[in-house]
């Protein structure tokens, strides 16, 4: 084996996508402030919202609700090293959240001051930015609420 | 609305370890003193460069005792004159690319054209390679297609290979 | 992106006459992930594509994965392993400059890489300039029939071509694909449950996939290997001998004008380095004796993931007489085909009206 160091590459590409109708009310909502979720043709609460109702193909519905930033952890990963393009760069937890009023969970990020703090089932409240662009980074993490 | 949010801009940005190979190694120190080295296939006998370590013809391991070194001259095959910035691409310049045959074998390496304005590019002329300088030993990333460790092929000024030629090399390249 | 692919696939369905539940399997496909930027994609659109609960399969074979797309999704019906299978394909090159991803990095989008391979052709077969620019017109002509192409040059005329921007010698502007989104779908059923629609099924006939080695010497990247063999397996499943003869039209992948005479030799509808005859003789025009992409073909819209499979979808609505204002007349056997990677991949279907 050689001593020299492995070479990085790094990969990189920029992209712009565009959300369609569903999914730029989603993120319209976020740069307001405001989180909301679809309901499918069966009345469940998705949080994000989806076109259609992943279980069965079948289109969502037009029907929306407004979700408060609060909710219950479902499930938990402790992140002791962010990576440089995490959301938070100190140690942190990506998080499912169970929105309260939603069926489904939102994959982000819990901010505590050590592991010991983290619990399934604990509450968290979403942490607004100031400057919001439309991007699910508005909310900048949740914490202990 | 007018002012919804309709667009979403993101970075997909990752970083790759790639640990070369030994036949990479050995590649880039002949890089690093202008010569090109190419792995001989023992069963079919073609020759690859940059050495791959196999024959993805005839599916067989090749290491050092395959490895011979071949000419970085060569005939220029086809080319081809780009201008992106007459596309729909931001920026890019106009830039000559072409293959060139290796003497002696039937290996076609593509990489940018120097030393000739493109208008002046044709089939037929005997190129040689320009040599990237190595960084720390490394080769530097090469950016586009092309060979590796070549940044591209500059005219040695020696005549053109005839319009028979060329199609005789193209021809003998093609047979399998 | 599920908005895309859910676009096409409603479309099919309604088509079809079927539900969402109808379907038994679901096969994905799309070129590099790089494009979109999102690695694995079936993973989170698998859902929006009915497939929750469903086997899915992805397909990738870059430019011709549409077409393997198609190919396999009849594969499972053939099997006898499943009753109704949705192929579904797309691409969404708007989100990203493609042309770095597609130039190797060089900004010059895929003509670089196939530039050099057309001179080889022009300077072999000793073609004149014109034809490159008889086919980018002859395929916008027939764009202006097509609701989908996206691509419509009103008085598109050969001094239009030629007169258009040299891009990457020898192909100028208007002889060039642009870049697109879209996607494509088909549904293939056992012959027991064909739709009971007024509209008639198209029936495959033969089908079959090539690949070769992207780098190694005496590799032909005018007239590759792979291509020949893939269309003799499809002609001897099919029973055909005679292609030009026996084959009423086809939608072959033109990505680039100089393609057509390359791949009509390729497919062996012309013997070697006399493709370009035909299209100077107007054989593969839309009233010619063999229409060759009569949808306006790649050059007229190429979501390159979705392209081979809406080359293959169109063969199929020519001779289920479904094609509208493109529609070629009587149409009882048709070629879709498509190529994909450094004119490694290969898929070649057949279909006809009839049952074979
Ligand atoms: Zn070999």
Redesign the pocket.
């Known amino acids: 084996m050689s001593d020299t160091p492995v070479p990085i590459d790094t990969v990189e590409m920029p992209y712009v996508r565009t959300l369609g109708p569903v999914i730029s009310r989603f993120f319209t909502g976020l740069r307001d402030g405001e989180i909301w979720a679809n309901k499918t043709r069966t009345g469940k609460v998705q949080c994000p919202p989806f076109e259609y109702d992943p279980y069965t193909g079948e289109s969502a519905s037009d029907d929306w609700v407004q979700l408060d930033g609060t909710g219950t952890v479902s499930s938990w990963a402790w992140v002791e090293e962010p990576l440089r393009n995490h959301l938070l760069q100190e140690p942190f937890a990506w998080c499912l959240i169970r929105l309260d009023g939603a069926d489904t969970d939102l994959v982000h990020a819990v901010r505590v001051a050590d592991k010991g703090q983290m619990a399934t089932g604990m509450r968290v409240e979403a942490r607004w930015r100031d400057e919001r662009i439309g991007h699910l980074r508005d909310i900048e993490c949740f914490e202990p609420a | 609305m007018s002012d919804d949010v309709k667009v979403l801009n993101s970075v997909v940005s990752l970083d790759y370890e790639r640990p070369p190979t030994r036949a990479a190694r050995r590649y880039t120190e002949a890089v690093g003193e202008k010569r090109l080295i190419a792995h001989r ?1 023992p ?2 006998e ?1 020759l690859y460069t940059p050495p791959k370590g196999y ?1 993805p ?2 599916v ?1 391991l090749t290491t050092d005792e395959h490895e011979i070194e071949v000419s970085p001259e060569g005939v220029l095959v086809s080319y081809t004159v780009t201008n992106p910035d007459k596309l729909h691409q931001q920026g890019g310049k106009t830039s000559a690319r072409g293959d060139v045959m290796l003497d002696g074998t039937r290996i076609t390496l593509m990489g940018e054209l120097d030393g000739v304005e493109a208008a002046d590019v044709h089939t037929g002329m005997r190129m040689r390679a320009v040599w990237v300088e190595l960084e720390d030993g490394r080769l530097p990333s090469s950016g586009g297609w092309g060979a590796v460790g070549i940044k591209g092929w500059e005219p040695t000024g020696e005549p053109d290979a005839s319009r028979e030629e060329v199609q005789e090399l193209l021809k003998k390249a093609g047979e399998s | 992106m599920p908005g895309l692919l859910r676009e096409a696939a409603t479309r099919a369905l309604a088509d079809a006459e079927l539900e969402w539940s109808d379907i038994d399997a679901v096969v994905f496909g799309k070129a590099p992930d790089l494009f979109e930027g999102v690695m694995r994609p079936e993973l989170f659109l698998n859902d929006a594509m009915g497939g929750a609960g469903k086997p899915m399969f992805r397909m990738h074979t870059a430019g011709s994965v549409g077409a393997h797309t198609a190919i396999f999704g009849a594969h499972l019906i053939e099997s006898g392993q499943y009753e109704c299978v949705l192929s579904i394909a797309f691409e969404k090159q708007s989100e990203t400059d493609t042309s770095r991803i597609l130039g190797g990095g060089s900004r010059g989008g895929a003509g670089v890489a196939f530039a050099s391979s057309i001179r080889q052709y022009i300077e072999k077969s000793g073609a004149p300039p014109h034809i490159g620019p008889l086919v980018a017109v002859k395929d916008r002509l027939n764009a202006l029939k097509n609701p989908h192409a996206q691509l419509k040059i009103p008085g598109i005329d050969i001094k239009m071509v030629e007169e258009s921007e040299m891009v990457v010698e020898p192909l100028r502007k208007l002889e060039c694909c642009p870049t697109s989104d879209g996607a494509g779908a088909i549904i293939f059923t056992s012959e027991k449950r064909i739709p009971k629609t007024e509209r008639p099924p198209a029936w495959l006939h033969g089908s079959s996939t090539r690949s070769e080695a992207s780098g190694h010497p005496s590799r032909s990247w005018v007239n590759p290997l792979a291509g020949q063999q893939c269309a003799a397996e499809a002609y001897a499943q099919a029973g055909i001998t005679n292609p030009l003869e026996e084959l009423d039209c086809a939608e072959i992948y033109v990505p680039f004008s100089w393609f057509e005479p390359m791949w009509l030799e390729n497919l062996g509808f012309a013997e070697e380095g006399q493709g370009w005859k035909m299209v100077d003789d107007d054989i593969t025009a839309f009233d010619g004796a063999f229409p060759v992409n009569a949808s306006g073909g790649v050059l007229s819209a190429n979501a390159i993931g979705a392209a081979g499979l809406i080359r293959c979808a169109e063969a199929a609505m020519q001779v289920r007489g479904t094609a509208g204002e493109h529609q070629v007349p009587d149409v009882r056997r048709a070629m879709g085909h498509a190529f994909g990677g450094a004119s490694q991949y290969f898929a070649i279907w057949i279909v006809g009206s009839e049952k074979p």
């Open positions: 296939c069963e079919c073609r024959c013809v005839c067989v």
